[in-house]
């Protein structure tokens, strides 16, 4: 049984940082592509990051650039969300996401098998 268990969403002020953690069992993590997506209210999901299953290559929505890094520790199943200069725009429930055996850099949420059960990222101005 695959499990996707996302840690460290909360409240952070306008130009704040916070860092996602996403915890994966129950797969082959190391060549799985992982990805992070937000839905907010009333929005439709979107696509924040992904990394392929090397770590060596990285996508990130136009909205997060700059701001935002995506890693990936294969040796403890594990993959990061770095989000830094956090705008009141950024607010909403992030997922993580995994694809099955994948050796590519899908970015859109029907390429991914499994998910968590999100984690509530609120940024006040």
């Known amino acids: 049984q695959v499990q996707l268990v996302e840690s460290g969403g909360g409240l952070v002020q306008a130009g704040g940082s916070l860092r996602l953690s996403c915890e994966a069992s129950g797969l082959t993590f190391s060549r799985a592509a992982m990805g992070w997506f937000r839905q907010a209210p009333g929005k439709e999901r979107e696509p924040v990051a992904a990394?392929?299953?090397?770590?060596?290559?990285?996508y990130y929505g136009d909205s997060v650039k700059g701001r935002f890094t995506i890693s990936r520790d294969n040796a403890k199943n594990t993959v990061h969300l770095q989000m830094n200069s956090l705008k009141p725009e950024d607010t909403a429930v992030y997922y993580c996401?995994?694809?099955?055996?994948?050796?590519?850099?899908?970015?859109?949420?029907?390429?991914?098998?499994?998910w968590g059960q999100g984690t509530q990222v609120s940024v006040s101005s």
């Open positions: 996401a995994a694809t099955g055996l994948n050796y590519g850099l899908p970015t859109r949420d029907i390429d991914y098998s499994y």
């Open positions: 990394i392929s299953w090397s770590g060596v290559n990285t």
